[in-house]
């Protein structure tokens, strides 16, 4: 284990005294909306798990996990992570990035999206391995920052892999008969889900439930309410029509019965004998 920690005499720089960027370039034009997509439909769940709305989630955001120079060598930047049990404002401020040193808690899962061949997000190379001291984004995930759930998600194959924190080791998942891993702490599921987010049509990084239905999106869930409203209004309309429908019958048979009574009285026969 590498990650800084604070000797009696020294002061570590907190998130507000570290670089918020590396200066890289978000590497394509899908992986904000993927962020998005992850964050907007995972909301109600963790707001469930969190009453308190205490979790934090990180799109593209440093973590430090040791105090080196340049500082951004002691980062790693997850396309996508979430933390739990820890406040979404610091000190009442924004986060520029995340702070083991300062908070301790470690991501319940990390999320890469792979944009060239997956090497980097599969490095498993130590510092001590490398003449520049940068270790492999694997290797950190799993032996400084210990992640539980490590994610790599590969759009151009259709493909994610999962990997959980076994004792020291990562062990790869399985999917399960729906194609899905399982993230348990969270109650959910995380799998591809071929459709339409954004105007772009490509294989997304999606979850579900436990019982495999999907979690949508605030806007998914205003849609079908919105269906679900459109489809009430018809079922109240044709309950209208077979109501105004069995009126009309009714009309209709009260009619031929009056005319029959009338027939009945012309011929000198009282239809209230018979009734």
């Known amino acids: 284990m590498t990650i800084a920690t604070a000797h009696p005499n020294l002061t570590l720089p907190d998130h507000t ?8 370039f978000v590497k394509n034009f899908q992986e904000h909306p993927q962020s998005l997509l992850l964050t907007d439909s995972i909301y109600p769940v963790l707001d469930s ?8 989630i990180g ?3 440093g973590i430090y996990w040791r105090l080196v120079e340049p500082p951004e060598r002691g980062a790693e930047a997850p396309d996508w992570f979430y933390v739990p049990h820890v406040p979404p404002l610091l000190d009442g401020k924004r986060r520029r990035s995340y702070v083991l040193w300062q908070e301790v808690v470690a991501p319940l899962i990390v ?3 792979v944009s060239g061949d997956g090497t980097a997000e599969r490095d498993t190379a130590p510092p001590w391995e490398r003449e520049n001291g940068k270790p492999g ?16 998600y590969e759009v151009d194959k259709a493909s994610v892999e999962v990997y959980e924190l076994v004792g020291n080791r990562y062990q790869r998942c399985e999917p399960n008969q729906r194609g899905h891993f399982p993230i348990e702490p969270l109650g959910v599921e995380l799998g591809i889900w071929q459709g339409t987010y954004l105007h ?6 999606r979850w579900w439930d436990q019982d495999g239905n999907l979690l949508l999106t605030g806007d998914e869930r ?5 269906q679900r409203a459109e489809q009430e209004k018809h079922r109240a309309e044709q309950e209208k029509q077979r109501a105004e429908q069995e009126k ?3 009309e209709q048979e009260k009619q031929r019965a009056e005319r029959l009574a009338a027939k009945l009285r012309d011929l000198g026969v009282d239809p209230d004998e018979y009734s």
């Not at 005294?17 to 890289?24: C, Y």
């Not at 984004?137 to 790599?152: G, S």
């Not at 772009?200 to 990084?205: F, G, T, V």
């Open 17 to 24: 005294q570290l670089p918020e960027s590396d200066g890289t």
């Open 111 to 113: 999320i890469e999206f």
């Open 200 to 205: 772009q049509s490509l294989p997304w990084l």
């Open 137 to 152: 984004k694997f290797w950190v995930y799993e032996q400084a920052i210990r992640v539980p759930f490590y994610a790599i």
């Open 222 to 226: 205003a849609e079908q309410e919105k």
């Open 49 to 56: 798990l969190h009453p308190d709305g205490r979790y934090a």
């Open 248 to 250: 009309h019958r009714v």
């Open 59 to 61: 799109q593209d955001c």
